[in-house]
């Protein structure tokens, strides 16, 4: 599986972003995808994640009410919704697919499949 994250970009302070996660490769469809961030200095987190069939998501108390994951199996993808966003979401977004279980994985060594990552910098 390849994942082909996109989106980032430069966003002022209370803006919004829609990040992309494409998948290649083989069908995401019965995978847990995740959203995790890296600020530089610090340890990749955990931002969000999704079950297979979309009905069960989370988050991060950090971001809870203000981004939203979805998938779309159809097309391979997972988005994560950004708004009101702050400076302290700046960070290299990296989007990951779990094939090894059905519930959801809070930490990078439980994902197999890692996406190149997109740079999200966030101004005040």
């Known amino acids: 599986v390849q994942l082909q994250a996109s989106g980032g970009g430069l966003v002022q302070a209370g803006g919004s972003l829609r990040l992309s996660c494409a998948a290649s490769g083989r069908a995401l469809r019965t995978y847990v995808m995740g959203w995790f961030r890296q600020a530089p200095g610090k340890e990749r987190e955990f931002v969000a994640a999704?079950?297979?069939?979309?009905?069960?998501?989370y988050y991060a108390d950090s971001v809870k009410g203000r981004f939203t994951i979805s998938r779309d199996n159809t097309k391979n993808t997972v988005y994560l919704q950004m708004n009101s966003l702050k400076p302290e979401d700046t960070a290299v977004y990296y989007c990951?697919?779990?094939?090894?279980?059905?519930?959801?994985?809070?930490?990078?060594?439980?994902?197999?499949?890692w996406g190149q990552g997109t740079q999200v910098t966030v101004s005040s």
């Open positions: 990951a697919a779990d094939s090894q279980t059905a519930t959801i994985s809070f930490t990078p060594e439980e994902y197999d499949y």
């Open positions: 999704i079950t297979w069939s979309g009905v069960s998501t």
